[in-house]
């Protein structure tokens, strides 16, 4: 989940870019114009700025440009989005992270029990106090919160290993599409439309990272690839290594890459139908992912190794000039 938010930096930072360029040419008068008719008539409910500093500092303490990306945004979008951050981070450090697994649980209990606190008026710690205002504000669904924690929840009871299609559904929907969908409000396309790019395009990233990241998994004996593709291709699960290691694993990728693609395509369609400055981000987040994709189809959908050197300094300036060109130009 925190790679997918790392992607979303990227594409905050084009939008931004777009922000600065669009002041030029009077764009931003009128989205600021959108802004208000959208907005509620009274002032705009704040976070405590002790709370405030909390998150800021969880989110700046995670080593990621996110915090700066955010940094220059409108401070209603950049306080709700820093507070999305902080409940994301904090929810997947407890899966990821070395507590026993019944200790996780309980910890990912307790935060059900703050998110329903937070929706009863009582917000219980600086994360929930600070995610206050964005509920109000942006209209955030608890089930959304709720859907992130379940996610967790699935590899903290784990390790997954070669889930049924339904539940690996399920899984993206929680770590992935409930995020875009509590982002997407904050990005002001809190749309029908808007929800679908949120649903499509969550399973398409997830799924690229689910692809991409095959051996990593494995080597933590997790396997996100479903049991009917593997089943397809006579590969017979013993442990996720020796499915890493396995001659026809290609096969499984690239059935699970259609299903990736077509994730990207049904992205695309309902991002044809919203506000093409609301959902730059999306855009710029799908055309990074599917330079992921790319890669593995050019490889023959073998796993490809990570990048290093001139290889990775090359694709950080793909990801650079994909976030300008769709920053500035396009939608």
Same mark, same amino acid.
């Given at each position: 989940?925190?790679?997918?938010?790392?992607?979303?930096?990227?594409?905050?930072?084009?939008?931004?870019?777009?922000?600065?360029?669009?002041?030029?040419?009077?764009?931003?008068?009128?989205?600021?114009?959108?802004?208000?008719?959208?907005?509620?008539?009274?002032?705009?409910?704040?976070?405590?700025?002790?709370?405030?500093?909390?998150?800021?500092?969880?989110?700046?303490?995670?080593?990621?440009?996110?915090?700066?990306?955010?940094?220059?945004?409108?401070?209603?979008?950049?306080?709700?989005?820093?507070?999305?951050?902080?409940?994301?981070?904090?929810?997947?450090?407890?899966?990821?992270?070395?507590?026993?697994?019944?200790?996780?649980?309980?910890?990912?209990?307790?935060?059900?029990?703050?998110?329903?606190?937070?929706?009863?008026?009582?917000?219980?710690?600086?994360?929930?106090?600070?995610?206050?205002?964005?509920?109000?504000?942006?209209?955030?669904?608890?089930?959304?919160?709720?859907?992130?924690?379940?996610?967790?929840?699935?590899?903290?009871?784990?390790?997954?290993?070669?889930?049924?299609?339904?539940?690996?559904?399920?899984?993206?929907?929680?770590?992935?599409?409930?995020?875009?969908?509590?982002?997407?409000?904050?990005?002001?396309?809190?749309?029908?439309?808007?929800?679908?790019? $949120?649903? %499509? &395009?969550?399973? *398409?990233?997830?799924?690229?990272?689910?692809? @991409? =990241? +095959?051996?990593? #998994? /494995?080597?933590?004996?997790?396997?996100?690839?479903? $049991?009917? %593709? &593997?089943?397809? *291709?006579?590969?017979?699960?013993?442990?996720? @290594? =020796? +499915?890493?290691? #396995? /001659?026809?694993?290609?096969?499984?990728?690239?059935?699970?890459?259609?299903?990736?693609?077509?994730?990207?395509?049904?992205?695309?369609?309902?991002?044809?139908?919203? #506000?093409?400055?609301?959902?730059?981000?999306?855009?710029?987040?799908?055309?990074?992912?599917?330079?992921?994709?790319?890669?593995?189809?050019?490889?023959?959908?073998?796993?490809?190794?990570?990048?290093?050197?001139?290889?990775?300094?090359?694709?950080?300036?793909?990801?650079?000039?994909?976030?300008?060109?769709?920053?500035?130009?396009?939608?």
């Amino acid at each position: 989940m925190i790679a997918l938010i790392a992607c979303l930096t990227v594409a905050v930072w084009a939008y931004l870019i777009f922000l600065h360029h669009g002041f030029w040419r009077g764009v931003r008068a009128d989205l600021e114009q959108r802004y208000r008719r959208m907005g509620a008539q009274s002032k705009p409910s704040a976070p405590d700025s002790s709370d405030m500093g909390f998150v800021r500092a969880k989110v700046q303490a995670a080593g990621s440009s996110f915090y700066w990306a955010m940094r220059f945004l409108p401070v209603r979008k950049r306080e709700a989005l820093f507070a999305i951050y902080a409940f994301c981070r904090e929810v997947d450090d407890i899966a990821d992270g070395d507590l026993a697994r019944e200790d996780k649980i309980v910890a990912l209990d307790r935060w059900r029990q703050k998110i329903e606190q937070l929706y009863a008026g009582n917000p219980g710690d600086e994360i929930t106090r600070a995610l206050a205002p964005a509920v109000v504000d942006f209209k955030l669904r608890k089930r959304d919160f709720i859907a992130v924690i379940e996610g967790m929840d699935m590899d903290a009871r784990g390790p997954i290993v070669a889930p049924p299609l339904e539940e690996l559904d399920l899984y993206c929907d929680r770590v992935a599409s409930a995020v875009g969908r509590l982002c997407i409000h904050a990005f002001g396309e809190a749309t029908p439309a808007g929800e679908r790019v $949120a649903d %499509h &395009l969550g399973r *398409a990233l997830q799924l690229t990272n689910i692809l @991409r =990241d +095959v051996d990593e #998994d /494995a080597a933590i004996d997790r396997l996100y690839l479903p $049991a009917e %593709h &593997l089943a397809a *291709a006579g590969i017979a699960v013993v442990t996720p @290594r =020796d +499915v890493a290691c #396995d /001659a026809r694993l290609p096969q499984v990728i690239a059935a699970v890459g259609v299903m990736a693609e077509q994730a990207f395509a049904n992205s695309e369609a309902a991002i044809a139908l919203c #506000d093409k400055d609301a959902v730059r981000p999306a855009v710029i987040m799908m055309r990074v992912y599917r330079q992921h994709l790319d890669r593995l189809r050019a490889n023959d959908w073998k796993p490809v190794p990570p990048l290093r050197g001139f290889a990775r300094i090359k694709a950080n300036a793909a990801k650079l000039w994909t976030a300008v060109h769709y920053g500035l130009f396009r939608a």
